[in-house]
């Protein structure tokens, strides 16, 4: 294994490439590619052309192969067969199709799992995993990453040089599902060492853990085990479960980084992305930044869930503000980014998995295309006849040729992708009244963690809180990149950032620059509480956001149960419930909305004040269903000039290369805000439920 542990490191040391290095495998002019999954493994050989073929017939432009398939590749420890995976990549290059391999670690084999049973995850009640299923692997195991490493070595040098194939996908979703973590010794020792790496010395650890509390003093870093709330009669420590959320993030991206280095180590020229899930909050994407070319991700809109948002339909439409968001946070990572995972009709692991509307397939792929992706794949192309996911619709019905209704949706996708490539214009300029909307929405997943473990009402819901914020500026048309605060923020005219709990001095003067140098900054409920450390600093409640606000905020409060309170704004009152800050303007500070209720009715809700050039404001409530926090962000838009549209929520319409798109996520009809007499490329004025239009202007 000696030599193997050197390529591992070298892996780790090799330099990743950078969008503006990488070749051309996304042309401007081709907009976006649709693609399908497929598992020959699964079918009878004689049915692989065939089955090829008729992908081809739907135009399919891609397939993706490979996940799952190790004990195909290596049958047997050390035996590695790739012959069959050859053919098929031969089949779909004859039917002028491009190939994404994956590495197969997701699904171990069985002979591994059995002679190196320490390979396999912990959970939470210490129990080991067992082979039958997926994702059983311990990423943390040194014994797993080295016959990982050596499957995805091997597929390196055999299809690494291999024109037909396009690109990379590692793993896959990366996670442990319900389970969540590994509590194995393997975790816990580099649990241990990433600690004493960031930490120093165990004094350090100590004051930052806030040890003093309980009892808890460590006395050297080998004492510590994982925060595990079966192990304990009381809560964890919070601080310590906050660090184990970050290592565990990084341990995923350092995983990946791992599997990135070892395909270019052996000459993979090709591009390398991963399927990260939909709003996942375990693991952080952009910890990957500098080690994917591409930011892929997985969702599945309908599966049970009623979204009652976007009216009676909600449940067979999906929720267009999660995967409008999810394009927003995948595509500014580093430019190109798309949808790994689409579904194509019902799925079989939602509690309640009903039909799609009719069109809302389609609506989703073009969705994707109106917020910039370069490329769709639908899991998956048959319908499996047998293991956990037979109720899983495919392109194709269980006859394995007749196109499904979902098939049908893809292959009309795919002809309107088409008749849109005819239309692209080169020269294209983004419109300078869409311009003036273009927000950055700032995300730390550290927030979201620390807030998770201590919500303090269990009405409170961050993911929910976000929503309510960007589902604002879209009905408004704005233009959203979800960022990090490391961006440079002076491109956006619009800074929001919701509920963003953990800050520094930094953050609080990069804000303060940011706004007295003409920026339009948003705050929200719950901000700047504590620091980095997640301990709150030794001032008054939120002292630090005083100067910046233009306010104190001396308590805040939640209401029990199903009990409302309401606020006020402009005349018109609005129930909140989770959290309300109390605020207190300072002078020169303008009220925005006041409590109308309780003992402190009559108090500020939400503040705004001018700040050098630009503007500061402070929503302190966080309201039943967000039209509070709508009303004032047009309200702000609108003073700040950047005319604000007034669309339904969940009717989104953006921009992209020179075509405006809309998709139609509501149970009503809604009209497109386009010009009179401005010819449809796709769609009608009035777009139905899970209707499309796209046009030029």
């Known amino acids: 294994m000696k030599s193997l542990r050197a390529a591992l490191a070298l892996a780790l040391m090799l330099p990743c490439r950078t969008p503006a290095a990488a070749p051309d495998w996304f042309p401007r002019a081709d907009l976006m590619t649709i693609g399908v999954y497929y598992y020959p493994e699964a079918w009878p050989e004689n049915q692989w052309a065939r089955d090829m073929a008729n992908m081809r017939k739907l135009g399919m432009e891609f397939v993706h192969m490979g996940d799952f398939a190790w004990a195909f590749m290596e049958p047997e420890e050390g035996k590695y067969q790739f012959d069959w995976l050859e053919k098929n990549v031969a089949l779909a290059a004859q039917n002028g199709m491009k190939v994404i391999l994956c590495t197969p670690t997701a699904a171990p084999p069985v002979w591994l799992s059995r002679k190196h049973p320490e390979t396999l995850m912990v959970d939470a009640a210490g129990r ?8 059983q692997g311990d990423w943390s195991s040194p014994v797993y990453r080295e016959y990982a490493a050596k499957i995805v070595t091997e597929l390196a040098k055999r299809f690494g040089h291999d024109k037909r194939v396009w690109g990379w996908q590692l793993d896959n979703e990366l996670s442990h599902y319900e389970k969540q973590y590994s509590y194995s010794p393997a975790a816990t020792l580099r649990f241990r060492d990433w600690l004493r790496e960031r930490y120093g010395g165990i004094d350090r650890l100590n004051t930052d853990w806030g040890t003093a509390f309980w009892s808890m003093v460590y006395q050297n870093f080998d004492q ?19 660090d184990f959320a970050r290592w565990f993030a990084k341990e995923a991206a350092g995983y990946l980084r791992t599997q990135a280095g ?29 080690d994917l070319d591409v930011f892929s991700w997985t969702i599945y809109p309908v599966h049970g869930e009623v979204f009652r948002e976007n009216g009676p339909l909600g449940f067979r439409l999906g929720s267009g503000a999660v995967q409008s968001f999810m394009h927003d946070f995948m595509r500014p990572i580093n430019g190109i ?19 799609p509307q009719p069109g809302a397939i389609r609506m989703w792929i073009l969705r994707a295309f109106g917020a910039g992706a ?57 419109p300078a009244a869409y311009a003036k909307r273009r927000t950055a929405f700032l995300i730390n997943f550290d927030n979201r963690w620390d807030i998770d473990i201590h919500k303090q009402t269990t009405r409170w819901d961050t993911v929910e809180h976000w929503m309510k914020y960007y589902r604002a500026l879209k009905s408004m048309m704005a233009p959203v990149d979800v960022v990090t605060e490391d961006r440079d923020l002076s491109r956006y005219p619009f800074v929001v950032a919701p509920a963003y709990q953990l800050v520094d001095h930094a953050l609080i003067a990069k804000w303060t620059a940011y706004a007295e140098n003409g920026g339009n900054l948003v705050l929200t409920a719950r901000s700047g509480e504590k620091d980095r450390r997640g301990q709150f600093p030794e001032t008054l409640w939120v002292e630090r956001l005083y100067s910046l606000i233009g306010a104190k905020l001396p308590i805040y409060d939640l209401l029990p149960g199903t009990i409302e309170g309401h606020v006020t704004a402009d005349g018109v009152r609005y129930a909140w419930g989770a959290w309300g800050d109390v605020l207190e303007p300072q002078a020169g500070t303008t009220t925005l909305a006041t409590y109308a209720d309780q003992f ?19 929503i302190g409530v966080d309201t039943l269903n967000g039209d509070l926090e709508m009303a004032l962000m047009r309200k702000l838009y609108a003073s700040a000039g950047a005319a604000p549209a007034n669309l339904k929520a969940d009717f989104l319409v953006d921009w992209r290369d020179g075509f405006w798109v809309a998709t139609n996520f509501t149970s009503t009809a809604q009209a497109i805000p386009a010009r009179a007499g401005t010819p449809l490329l796709l769609g009608t004025r009035s777009v139905p439920p899970g209707g499309v239009a796209v046009w030029v202007e």
């Open 128 to 135: 080991r995993m067992n082979h039958g299923g997926r994702q």
């Open 224 to 242: 510590i085990e994982i925060p595990n709330q079966l192990e304990h009669p009381a809560l964890p420590n919070p601080h310590a479960q906050l």
């Open 262 to 290: 070892l395909l270019r180590q052996y000459g993979a020229d090709q591009w390398i992305t991963t399927n990260f899930m939909a709003m996942h909050g375990d693991i952080d994407p952009t910890l990957s930044a500098k």
């Open 337 to 355: 980014s798309g949808l790994m995972e689409l579904q194509p009709g019902q799925v079989n692991w939602g509690a309640i998995n009903p039909w």
């Open 374 to 430: 370069r490329m769709v794949c639908t899991y998956r192309y048959r319908q499996p006849l047998i293991g956990s996911e037979q109720y899983h619709k495919g392109l194709v019905e269980t006859d394995g040729v007749t196109p499904s209704p979902g098939g049908r949706e893809y292959a009309e996708a795919m002809r309107d992708i088409v008749s849109l490539r005819a239309k692209y214009r080169t020269d294209a300029k983004e």
């Open 600 to 618: 402190y009715a009559g108090k500020a809700a939400a503040v705004t004040r001018k700040l050098g050039k630009g503007t500061v404001t402070y």
